[in-house]
């Protein structure tokens, strides 16, 4: 069995397809979407609606932690767009997902990203689609828990839910694996579980937010791994806890390359 995992795809549909070639199956971890393009101001959808420059100035305003001047300014650049920015940002949402989900090779199983618009999902769904969120599925014989989305934070970005929530599909999880009379092989989740070495970003110079309860969870429970996107550039891409390893899959927008698991 070979099953290639991904996470923060992030627009990159060409390379979303091949990432499936090979494989019996493929994972994919959230943050399909692709708001900014920190490496090209000009993608990604700020930049196509707001020019390159503009798409600069906010982001050097987050990237210096200046998060309130950095709403303010967004709010005067959609002051200068004509009708509804939620319309706007919706159409483009659905132009890229589009593509994405017709990039997914079948099966593809599937949860959630912070980024992520999962009201948006029903729409670009087909047979070759499995969306999971705090569920399990058996893929190959494994049991493969999956929980989706981000933590609340000063970002606002758009699937972010409160800790009591996020906390609710760990449990949710690794209960479903108990009423089977089985263990959680896999731990898929799109944040990583909350270690600084894993949570700490070195090229944005700060801590993403990572789940404590994912955290207890695999102290508690040791699944043989723990599969996460989330930070880009993580100061320790894995480490273990206890029989545990824990492996940041991503960032495939910048990679390009799938995690593979054979067995």
Same mark, same amino acid.
Not at 34 to 55: K, M, N, W
Not at 66 to 85: K, N, Q, S
């Given at each position: 069995?070979?099953?290639h ?20 199956? /493929?994972?994919?971890?959230?943050? =399909? ?15 196509? =609606?707001? %020019? ?6 906010? @982001? ?16 005067? /650049? ?6 509804? +920015? ?19 090779? $079948?099966?593809?199983?599937? &949860? ?9 999902? +029903?729409?670009?769904?087909? %047979?070759?689609?499995?969306v ?11 049991? #493969? ?5 981000? =933590?609340?934070? +000063?970002?606002?970005? +758009?699937?972010?839910?409160? $800790? ?5 599909? @760990?449990?949710?999880? #690794?209960?479903?694996?108990a009423?089977?009379g089985?263990?959680?092989?896999? /731990? ?5 579980p ?22 207890a ?7 043989? =791994?723990?599969? #996460? ?14 029989? &545990? ?6 960032? #495939? ?11």
């Amino acid at each position: 069995m070979r099953v290639h995992v991904v996470s923060d795809v992030h627009g990159s549909a060409a390379a979303l397809k091949a990432a499936g070639e090979g494989a019996d199956a /493929l994972v994919c971890l959230g943050d =399909l979407v692709l708001f900014v393009d920190y490496d090209d101001h000009s993608g990604g959808i700020f930049g196509e =609606l707001f %020019g390159a420059d503009r798409a600069a100035r906010w @982001v050097a305003l987050r990237t210096a932690g200046r998060i309130e001047e950095a709403r303010e300014y967004l709010h005067t /650049l959609w002051a200068e767009v004509p009708g509804d +920015p939620w319309s706007h940002i919706e159409s483009a949402v659905r132009a890229q997902y589009a593509q994405l989900f017709a990039a997914m090779p $079948d099966p593809t199983y599937l &949860t959630y990203g912070n980024v992520d618009l999962p009201a948006l999902w +029903p729409e670009f769904l087909t %047979g070759a689609h499995t969306v999971l969120d705090g569920q399990v599925i058996e893929i190959g014989g494994r049991l #493969f828990g999956f929980v989706g989305g981000g =933590l609340r934070s +000063p970002y606002r970005t +758009p699937f972010e839910i409160s $800790d009591e929530d996020y906390a609710a599909k @760990v449990d949710g999880v #690794f209960a479903a694996a108990a009423e089977r009379g089985r263990r959680i092989d896999v /731990l898929c989740t799109h944040i990583p579980p909350a270690v600084p070495e894993l949570t700490y970003d070195v090229v944005a110079r700060r801590f993403e937010r990572g789940s404590e309860q994912t955290l207890a969870a695999i102290r508690e429970y040791q699944p043989d =791994l723990a599969l #996460f996107g989330h930070v880009h550039s993580p100061l320790a891409p894995r480490l273990r806890i206890g029989r &545990t390893e824990c492996v940041n899959v991503g960032h #495939f927008r910048g990679r390009e390359e799938p995690f593979v698991l054979e067995w």
